[in-house]
């Protein structure tokens, strides 16, 4: 684990010049796992470390932000993950510009990464697991085959480390655990968008972000909401996202002629905004890492209902900052939304106590440091 980590102390009077390190990433496309991505490596302490970011696929949005911060973004364009040529790519890239250490994070980057830092003889490799993986056990086994060439991996949940132990069966001595954060100032202090402008009215609105995705469970909160609306008819549904299912989720919804009251408006910049503007956030994941949606929700002053799933227990105490409901029970979720939204007291129990919890705990000076400081005792051990 990453605590009691201490950093090497600085002689002010000679001071060395930064370290490089490498970052490896699959996409840069707009992402819970890309967003933190981008603010771990545009917060770190330049006068520490000297950061290049290698990109699989094509470039994102979220590339601009990290050529404004000055630092390099190389993209191999890989059209899709049996591209294994991008594997030569990276080890040539990672031979001239020689770091340290590669930090990788998402599956693909974890096997691509570990594969090209051992042909370009990196000395140290730090992969990310970001969720406990249920679809399939081929990355599982991929992972343990190659841990041969990782020197640690950063869960960003207990339960995700469990997982990962139990499930991967990876070395628990190669694990450690630094959550997920939020720039709480952001969602703290954002003006609400004006629903109209989204064609929505002044009764409560319930908010989605998220992949449409199997593992995202958006037809339980369909499902789910289109109960509701036989009780509360005037209740609106926001849906903020896209992905594999948004063809079929609209069709449902125009096929039961409920598209006045449940929006599919796919990927949007203004999450702060929208969160501001709406009465309860509701993710009914199947399974996940640490989702930064809730962590956002929370700082943002909004209820949630939520799955209990890897790491929503880890932000949640159930019935005080936040509402957790069982995985793929619609009937339950159903409950826990009006639960919230017909009871004004505990919808504004949960945002009170919800706030400062996150604003303690889940900082992005507190991340950043925990990051810096494992690259800090992987590099000293070695010199040692």
Not at 265 to 279: H, M, N, Q, T, Y
Not at 281 to 291: H, I, K, N, Q, Y
């Amino acid at each position: 684990m990453t605590n009691g980590i201490v950093l090497p102390a600085h002689d002010s009077s000679e001071r060395s010049p930064p370290v490089r390190i490498a970052f490896c990433i699959t996409d840069l496309d707009v992402g819970g796992a890309e967003r933190m991505f981008v603010e771990l490596v545009t917060r770190l302490d330049r006068n520490r470390w000297e950061p290049r970011v290698y990109c699989l696929s094509d470039s994102g949005a979220l590339a601009a932000r990290l050529q404004a911060a000055e630092i390099p973004v190389i993209c191999f364009g890989a059209k899709n993950s049996r591209n294994l040529r991008v594997i030569q790519k990276l080890t040539a890239e990672l031979k001239t510009f020689s770091p340290v250490l590669l930090q990788c994070f998402l599956f693909h980057a974890n096997f691509v990464g570990r594969l090209a830092a051992w042909r370009a003889g990196v000395p140290h490799v730090v992969c990310g697991i970001r969720v406990a993986e249920r679809r399939s056990r081929v990355p599982l086994w991929l992972d343990r085959l190659t841990q041969g060439f990782v020197d640690q991996n950063v869960c960003v949940s207990r339960a995700v480390a469990e997982f990962s132990i139990h499930k991967a069966r990876l070395k628990a001595s190669k694990i450690s655990v630094i959550p997920n954060a939020v720039d709480f100032d952001r969602f703290a202090s954002a003006v609400a968008v004006d629903r109209a402008s989204l064609g929505l009215s002044v009764a409560p609105l319930v908010l989605f972000v998220g992949r449409l995705d199997p593992q995202k469970a958006p037809f339980i909160l369909l499902e789910a909401f289109a109960h509701l609306l036989e009780r509360h008819p005037d209740w609106q549904l926001l849906l903020v996202g896209d992905g594999p299912l948004r063809a079929s989720m609209e069709e449902w919804v125009t096929q039961r002629g409920l598209d006045h009251r449940i929006q599919i408006a796919g990927w949007r910049p203004d999450i702060p905004e929208l969160l501001k503007a709406a009465d309860l956030l509701t993710l009914p994941s199947l399974w996940e890492g640490m989702p930064n949606i809730v962590l956002e929700a929370m700082a943002a002053g909004l209820p949630v209902v939520v799955s209990r799933v890897e790491g929503t227990e880890e932000l949640i105490r159930d019935g005080e900052t936040g509402l957790l409901v069982t995985p793929g029970l619609p009937i339950e979720l159903e409950r826990r939304i009006e639960t919230v939204l017909t009871d004004p007291e505990l919808c504004s129990r949960l945002k009170n106590a919800a706030q400062p919890a996150v604003q303690k705990l889940f900082t992005m000076d507190r991340m950043v440091s925990a990051y810096e400081q494992l690259y800090a005792r992987l590099i000293a051990e070695s010199a040692r």
